[in-house]
């Protein structure tokens, strides 16, 4: 199984809203990442967690607030974002944060902040 | 800092015709990835390259890097309409990142 799920598929947020996008992986991985994808445009790093603990923050702004509650979850946590954060928000998962090891994505959640 | 291009951009082909993607980057590889991406949609990884020389395939996709690892290929044989869709090819940095290609989008014509 190399399935990563995530919720929800689509969000529309105001831009005084607090959401959470939500990841699970049942892989046994221990490198979980959340990506931003605008389109036409290849996905862009935000965070990665290895072994559960923040290994990489691509200087996001604090709007964004990642967490990785165990091995398997990964959150985002989205509070007062703009209108340029509407884009396609990808999880991904790999064996560990190592060279020669694949990241599995989710399908994505689709955010539009109005 | 290492940078990969893609080429083409955009390609369009007959249903049934073969095709070829590259990818070259500015500096040695030390992981290759591609992936395909539906609009909208996760990317789904189809194979990962790391010796000079390798090749591997899937179905009617082949995947080479070349011997100098500086440069993949992918090939479709006999396109199909499932093949259409967005290619990325990935590579491993220094930093333990992903960096990526622009990307081609690849139409197949009925």
């Known amino acids: 199984d190399t399935e990563v799920t995530q919720t929800p598929k689509h969000l529309v947020m105001g831009m005084t809203n607090k959401k959470s996008l939500k990841c699970e992986q049942h892989?046994?991985?221990?490198?979980m990442y959340w990506y931003k994808q605008k389109a036409k445009k290849p996905p862009e790093l935000m965070f990665v967690?290895?072994?559960?603990?923040?290994?990489i923050n691509e200087s996001v702004p604090s709007r964004f607030s990642p967490e990785c509650p165990n091995s398997s979850l990964l959150n985002l946590h989205l509070h007062a974002l703009q209108p340029e954060d509407s884009a396609l928000y990808l999880c991904a998962s790999s064996q560990d944060q190592q060279v020669g090891s694949e990241q599995y994505f989710g399908p994505g959640t689709r955010l539009t902040v109005t | 800092s290492q940078e990969l291009e893609q080429s083409p951009q955009s390609l369009i082909v007959q249903e049934g015709k073969n095709l070829t993607i590259n990818c070259t980057s500015s500096?040695?590889?030390?992981?290759l990835y591609w992936y395909k991406q539906k609009y909208g949609e996760g990317l789904i990884f189809l194979m990962m390259l790391q010796k000079g020389g390798e090749e591997k395939s899937h179905e009617k996709i082949t995947a080479k890097l070349d011997e100098k690892k500086q440069q993949s290929s992918l090939h479709i044989t006999a396109s199909q309409p499932s093949h259409a869709g967005i290619y990325l090819c990935?590579?491993?940095?220094?930093?333990?990142?992903?960096?990526w290609g622009a990307g081609t989008k690849l139409i197949i014509k009925p």
């Open positions: 500096k040695t590889l030390y992981g």
């Open positions: 967690y290895s072994y559960e603990k923040l290994s």
């Open positions: 892989m046994g991985h221990r490198a």
């Open positions: 990935g590579a491993d940095a220094s930093n333990y990142q992903l960096i």
